[in-house]
C-alpha cells in the first residue's frame, strides 16, 4: 500500500500569495494513497527538512512529493533528507508549482486548480517509482591535456604538480602555441620568450608528465573517468631516442627558402626543422612535402651529416591507445585570413603586415632580430598606420564578435614601434578602445601619453599605394572628415578565431561548439570550463578570444576540476538510464544508430550449450546518459528509463 | 505460362542440387483469382507452383518465422519488386541475411508476367532505383489525390469514418512483413498506451501508432490494405508516410540491405522544416 507524503511549500509568498495552499493540502489529503499533506512557509529551511524527515519516519512514508519550485533549485536538497530518512532519495519527487504554476498565472483560484493537478499527477507518479541505486564507476587517475600554447601548459603543470599524470599532445613539432611567437606581452612588457621557455622546459622534464609533439587525437571513445583515446604520433623521420638536437642536420639541409609559418613567412626554414631556436622538444622533424629525398628520391644530406643515426625515412605514423580520466582541450585560435580585406590591400602590399607579423618583427629571436624593417625592402618604416578590427565586430566580412586583446596588442605594438624606432609616428585607426582588465586602461593611456601613439576613430575604407608610399584612406568621426595618411607600413589587428578545424576536432571528441567553432561551456556563468561532456573541461582561447592572463586562469580551472573528479576513487552518476527487456527486443538495431552517446551494443543470448539464441541490444549504464531518444525509438516498446518508466509517465499523464 | 514453367525447371534444379532448402512461393486458392502461399521443399511440391497475374502477396514476411533461417541454409522466394525492397528492408534492420535468400523476381502487366533479372537481393539494385525516380506514376492512387485535396477537417472525418470500422483485429499487422515484432506495442499493457476497444479514440490510436511505425519502412506491396477485412483503405496512409520522407529526407524504403533506417538516423544535409 502506498503511503505518500504531500508537503506543500509556500514559498514565503512566491507560492502562497497565488496558490491557496492550505486547499491544496486539503484536496491532497483526500487523494488515494495519500498519507499525509501538510503546508510550511519555507520547506527548504532547516526546520522544514526537519518537519519532511520526521513525517517520513512516523509515517513510515513509502514515497513523498514536494509541492514547490523547480526541481533544479532543490531536488537534490530533498533527496539528501529522504535519504538521512531512511527513504531510497530516488522516491523523491518535486511537483513544480512556482515557476511553472504561481509565478506564471494571475488568477488565483485557477492557479490553485492547476497546482492540484500538478501535485495530483507528481502523487501519482511517485506511487510508481522504484528504489535506485547511484550508478558507480571507477576513474582512471590520468589527464589527458591537448594543446601545448600556454593554456595547456598550465592545465598540465598544475595537474602533475599535484602529483597526477598528464599526457600532453601538440599538434605541432614544439611546444608553445602562439605565445612563443609573441615578443614582449602586455600590459607588463615582460618577454614572452623568457616567462615561456622555462614554462615549456619544466613541462618537458615533468615526471608526470608524457609530451607527445607532432601528434594528434585520432579518437576519443568512452566516458567520463574512463576515457579510451588513441593518439596519431606523426612520423618526425628523426629517431627520438637518438637525437640529441645538436642540429647538425638543419645546417646541411640544402633545401633552405621555406617560409616559416613560425615566422609568420618573414623568415625561412629548411626541410628538415625546428619551428624556432627555443623549441622544445629540440629535436627536428622532416616536412615531408618539401623534402628533396621525398620528392625526387635523392639527397638525404641530413641523415650523411647525423653523427647518431637519428635520421629515418623509413619511419611510419604510430599510434598510442591511452586510458584516460579526464580532457582538457587546450586548442587555442588562429588569426582570420585578412585577404578577404581586398580594399587594405593584405597579400598585395608586402608592407601591409598582420599584428602576429609585427610580433615576429618585434621579436628578438625573430628574423629581423627585434628590429623593426619593412618586409619589401628592409628599411625602417617611419610612419606606421595601425587599423584595429580588421575582422573583429564585422558582420559583414569579418566575425561579429570582438576579440577582445587587439586594443591591448595594438597599444603595445604602438609602443614598442615608439622605443624601437625613435621619432617614429604611429596612427591607430579604432572603433572603441577596450581595455576592461587590471592594468590595461592604464596601458592604453601610456601608449597615447608617453609613447604619443595617435589615435583616429574611424574606420579606413581604402589602402593603395602611390610613390612607393602606402596611403591610408580612413574617416576620423571626431573630427567628420575624410583623412588620408602615409604610411610606410600598415598592420592590421585581424580577429581571433577557432582553428581551421575546431568544427571536426569537437566531433571528434564530442564537445559542442558555437555558430563560429569555439568551444561551448556548460553554463557561461556557473560551469564557464566545463563542456557540455562530462569529464572533458576548456581553458584558452580555444572557448572564445583570451589574452594570456585569462587563458592561465582558466587553465588553472580546469585543473582544479580535474583534481577534484580524480580525488575519488569511484564516481556516482545518476540512475537514470535505460533498461532494455530483452525477452521483446526484436535486435532491430535501430537503438544503437539512434542513441547520441554510442552507449547501446549488441549482446548475444546463448542457450545452455552455447548456441547462439538471438541478439539483442544491451545499453551500457556507463555510457548512458538517460536522454530518452532510444525509447522513443523503439517500436517494440522494450526500452524503458529508469526514474521515467512509462508506468510513471502513463500514471502521471492519468493524473492530470 | 512460360516464364511460370521455367521457374518451376528452376526451382527444382535449385532443390536437387541442394542451393536451397525451400522456396517460397504461390499455389491455387479457393476462387480462381486467388492464391495461397506453397512451401516447396520437394520437386512434387514444385508442381503445385502457380506464377500469373493474380500472385500479388507479399511472401518475405515468412522468411522471419522463427527458426527458419537460423542454420543458414539458403531459401528461395517469389517476390515482386516490392517484395525485394522488404527483402533490403528486413536485412538493414537485422532480421535476416540477404545473402541467404534466393530471389525469383517476377511483375506483371495486365495479366501478363514476366521474369525479373538477378537472384540476390543486390543484383536488383538497378530496378529499385527507377522505381524511386518514379514512384509517383507507378504508385498513384487516385483516391490518395483526392484525400490530399481535402483540407484538414475533411480529412480528419475521412479518416474517422474509415477507422470507424476497424475491429482491432489487427490482420493488417499480421499480414506486414515490416511488423516482425516479438511483441507489439499493442500488446504491451503495463502501460497500456493503446486502447484495445475499437472505439474511435482507441482506432485512431492504433491506426496512427501503426502509421508512424511503418513511416520510411512501408514498401506499398499492399498486404495490409488486402488483409483488412474491413476493407479500410490502409495503403494509402503508408503511401503518405512514404512521399513525406522521400520529400523530406530523400529516404526510399529498401533501396537496399544497408541503408540506415529514417528515423534512427541523420543526414548534415536533412531539411529540417519540421523545426518551427
Ligand atoms: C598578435 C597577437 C598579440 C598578442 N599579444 C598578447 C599580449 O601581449 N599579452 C597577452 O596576454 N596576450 C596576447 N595575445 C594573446 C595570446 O596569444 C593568447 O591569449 C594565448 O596564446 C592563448 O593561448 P592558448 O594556449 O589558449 O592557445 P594557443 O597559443 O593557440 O595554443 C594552442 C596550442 O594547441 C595546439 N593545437 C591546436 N589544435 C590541436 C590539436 N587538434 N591537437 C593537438 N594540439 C593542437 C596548437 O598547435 C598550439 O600549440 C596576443 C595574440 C596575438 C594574435
Ligand atoms: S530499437 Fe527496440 S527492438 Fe530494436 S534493437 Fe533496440 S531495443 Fe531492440
Ligand atoms: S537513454 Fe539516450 S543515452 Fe541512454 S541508451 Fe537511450 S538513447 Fe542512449
Ligand atoms: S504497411 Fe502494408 S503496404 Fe506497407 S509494407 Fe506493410 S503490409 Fe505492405
Ligand atoms: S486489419 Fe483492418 S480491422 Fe483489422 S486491425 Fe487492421 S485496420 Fe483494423
Redesign the pocket.
Known amino acids: 500500500m502506498a503511503k505518500i507524503g504531500v508537503f506543500i511549500c509556500h514559498c514565503g509568498e512566491n507560492i502562497a500569495a497565488k496558490v491557496d495552499c492550505t486547499k491544496l493540502a486539503a484536496a491532497m489529503g483526500e487523494h488515494p494513497g495519500v498519507a499525509v499533506s501538510v503546508e510550511y512557509k519555507y520547506f527548504c529551511s532547516d526546520p522544514g527538512q526537519e518537519s519532511v524527515k520526521k513525517a517520513i519516519r512516523e509515517h513510515n512514508l513509502t514515497g513523498i512529493v514536494i509541492a514547490a519550485c523547480s526541481p533544479r533549485m532543490h531536488e537534490a536538497t530533498f533527496r539528501k533528507a529522504c535519504a538521512e530518512a531512511g527513504l531510497n532519495p530516488y522516491l523523491c519527487e518535486i511537483a513544480n508549482i512556482r515557476e511553472q504554476c504561481s509565478w506564471v498565472h494571475t488568477d488565483s483560484e485557477m492557479a490553485t486548480e492547476k497546482a492540484m493537478d500538478i501535485t495530483r499527477s507528481m502523487v501519482e507518479k511517485v506511487k510508481r517509482n522504484n528504489n535506485l541505486q547511484p550508478i558507480e564507476v571507477p576513474v582512471t587517475r590520468r589527464a589527458l591535456v591537448?594543446?601545448?600554447?600556454?593554456?595547456?601548459?598550465q592545465a598540465a603543470l598544475d595537474i602533475a604538480n599535484a602529483g597526477q599524470e598528464v599526457v600532453l599532445?601538440?599538434?605541432?613539432p614544439s611546444?608553445?602555441?602562439?605565445?612563443?611567437?609573441?615578443s614582449?606581452?602586455?600590459?607588463t612588457l615582460d618577454c614572452?620568450q623568457c616567462i615561456m621557455t622555462p614554462r615549456m622546459v619544466e613541462t618537458a622534464q615533468h615526471p608526470k608528465i608524457r609530451l607527445l609533439t607532432y601528434?594528434?587525437?585520432e579518437s576519443v571513445d568512452g566516458y567520463i573517468g574512463n576515457f579510451k583515446v588513441r593518439i596519431r604520433m606523426k612520423s618526425r623521420y628523426v629517431d627520438m631516442s637518438r637525437c640529441t638536437g645538436c642540429g647538425d642536420c638543419i645546417t646541411k639541409c640544402p633545401a633552405k627558402k621555406i617560409s616559416s609559418e613560425f615566422d609568420c613567412g618573414l623568415g625561412k626554414r629548411t626541410a628538415i626543422y625546428t619551428p624556432f631556436a627555443q623549441s622544445v622538444p629540440n629535436m627536428p622533424v622532416i616536412d615531408k612535402a618539401s623534402c628533396i629525398y621525398f620528392k625526387n628520391g635523392k639527397c638525404k644530406m641530413c641523415e650523411k651529416s647525423c653523427q647518431l643515426n637519428a635520421i629515418n625515412f623509413e619511419m611510419q605514423d604510430e599510434f598510442i591507445d591511452l586510458e584516460i580520466g579526464a580532457i582538457v582541450v587546450?586548442?587555442?585560435?588562429?588569426?582570420q585570413n585578412t585577404a578577404v580585406y581586398g580594399e587594405y590591400g593584405y597579400g598585395k602590399f608586402p608592407d601591409v603586415i598582420?599584428?602576429?607579423q609585427?610580433?615576429r618583427l618585434a621579436s628578438a629571436s625573430g628574423p629581423t632580430a627585434g628590429r623593426i624593417l619593412r618586409p619589401s625592402d628592409g628599411k625602417e618604416p617611419e610612419n606606421v598606420v595601425f587599423i584595429q578590427c580588421a575582422g573583429s565586430r564585422d558582420p559583414s566580412k569579418g566575425v561579429r564578435y570582438c576579440s577582445k586583446?587587439?586594443c591591448?596588442?595594438t597599444a603595445?605594438h604602438a609602443m614598442l614601434y615608439a622605443h624601437k624606432v625613435h621619432g617614429g609616428k604611429t596612427h591607430i585607426f579604432y572603433m572603441d578602445i577596450r581595455a576592461a582588465g587590471k592594468g590595461y586602461d592604464e596601458f592604453t593611456r601610456r601608449a597615447i601619453e608617453e609613447d604619443e601613439a595617435s589615435y583616429v576613430r574611424g574606420r579606413v575604407s581604402k589602402v593603395w599605394q602611390e610613390n612607393g608610399k602606402l596611403m591610408v584612406r580612413g574617416v576620423d568621426t571626431l573630427l567628420g572628415k575624410p583623412v588620408t595618411v602615409v604610411a610606410d607600413m600598415v598592420v592590421l589587428?585581424?580577429a581571433?578565431v577557432p582553428?581551421h578545424?575546431a568544427k571536426e576536432?569537437a566531433k571528434t571528441i564530442g564537445i559542442a561548439y558555437d555558430e563560429y567553432g569555439f568551444y561551448n561551456e556548460a553554463h557561461l556563468k556557473l560551469r564557464p570550463v566545463e563542456s557540455s561532456t562530462a569529464g572533458v573541461f576548456l581553458?584558452?582561447?580555444?572557448q572564445s578570444?583570451?589574452?594570456?592572463?585569462?587563458?592561465v586562469a582558466q587553465?588553472s580551472a580546469t585543473a582544479s576540476k580535474v583534481l577534484a573528479l580524480f580525488s575519488k576513487e569511484k564516481l556516482e552518476r545518476e540512475p537514470v538510464i535505460a533498461i532494455n527487456n530483452e525477452a521483446t527486443c526484436a535486435g532491430c538495431w535501430g537503438c544503437v544508430l539512434a542513441c547520441p552517446y554510442n552507449a547501446i551494443e549488441k549482446k548475444d543470448i546463448r542457450d545452455r550449450s552455447g548456441r547462439l539464441i538471438k541478439q539483442v541490444a544491451y545499453v551500457n549504464p556507463g555510457l548512458c546518459q538517460g536522454c530518452g531518444t532510444c525509447v522513443s525509438f523503439c517500436r517494440s516498446n522494450s526500452l524503458d528509463l529508469a526514474g521515467f518508466t512509462e508506468k510513471q509517465i502513463f500514471a502521471e499523464v492519468m493524473g492530470l | 505460362m512460360i516464364t511460370q514453367e521455367r521457374y518451376r525447371t528452376t526451382v527444382k534444379e535449385l532443390l536437387a542440387n541442394g542451393s536451397i532448402k525451400m522456396a517460397i512461393g504461390y499455389k491455387p486458392g479457393s476462387t480462381p483469382d486467388r492464391r495461397r502461399p506453397l512451401f516447396i521443399r520437394t520437386s512434387e511440391e514444385a508442381e503445385q507452383l502457380v506464377l500469373d497475374s493474380t500472385c500479388v502477396q507479399n511472401l518475405s514476411g515468412y522468411l522471419v518465422s522463427e527458426g527458419l533461417l537460423s542454420d543458414e541454409k539458403r531459401v528461395g522466394i517469389f517476390l515482386r519488386p516490392e517484395g525485394v525492397r522488404s527483402i533490403n528492408i528486413l536485412a538493414a534492420e537485422y532480421q535476416l541475411n540477404a545473402d541467404q535468400i534466393v530471389i525469383f523476381g517476377f511483375d506483371s502487366t495486365g495479366r501478363e508476367v514476366r521474369p525479373l533479372d538477378g537472384r540476390s537481393a543486390r543484383e536488383f539494385s538497378g530496378l529499385l532505383n527507377e522505381l524511386k525516380e518514379k514512384p509517383l506514376q507507378i504508385y498513384k492512387e487516385p483516391l490518395l489525390e483526392r484525400i490530399e485535396k481535402m483540407n484538414a477537417k475533411e480529412r480528419f472525418d475521412f479518416w474517422q469514418e474509415e477507422f470507424s470500422r476497424c475491429i482491432k483485429c489487427y490482420a493488417c499487422r499480421q499480414a506486414c512483413p515490416m511488423c516482425y515484432c516479438r511483441r507489439c506495442i499493442v500488446d504491451s499493457n503495463q502501460p497500456q498506451w493503446v486502447n484495445t476497444s475499437s472505439h474511435t479514440l482507441g482506432n485512431f490510436e492504433w491506426n496512427i501508432v501503426r502509421a508512424f511505425h511503418l513511416s520510411g519502412r512501408c514498401v506499398q506491396c499492399g498486404n495490409c490494405d488486402r488483409a483488412c477485412p474491413v476493407n479500410i483503405p490502409l495503403r494509402l496512409i503508408n503511401q503518405r508516410m512514404a512521399n513525406e520522407v522521400l520529400d523530406g529526407f530523400d529516404h526510399f524504403a529498401g533501396l537496399s540491405a544497408t541503408q540506415e533506417p529514417v528515423l534512427a538516423s541523420f543526414k548534415k544535409d536533412d531539411t529540417e522544416t519540421f523545426i518551427l
Open positions: 591537448i594543446g601545448g600554447g600556454i593554456a595547456g601548459l599532445v601538440e599538434r605541432e611546444l608553445g602555441g602562439h605565445m612563443a611567437q609573441l614582449e606581452t602586455f600590459p614572452s601528434a594528434e587525437v587546450a586548442t587555442g585560435f588562429q588569426i598582420t599584428g602576429l609585427f610580433e586583446i587587439c591591448m596588442y603595445k589587428a585581424t581571433m582553428q578545424n576536432f581553458a584558452g582561447a580555444c578570444p583570451k589574452d594570456i592572463p585569462d587563458s587553465a
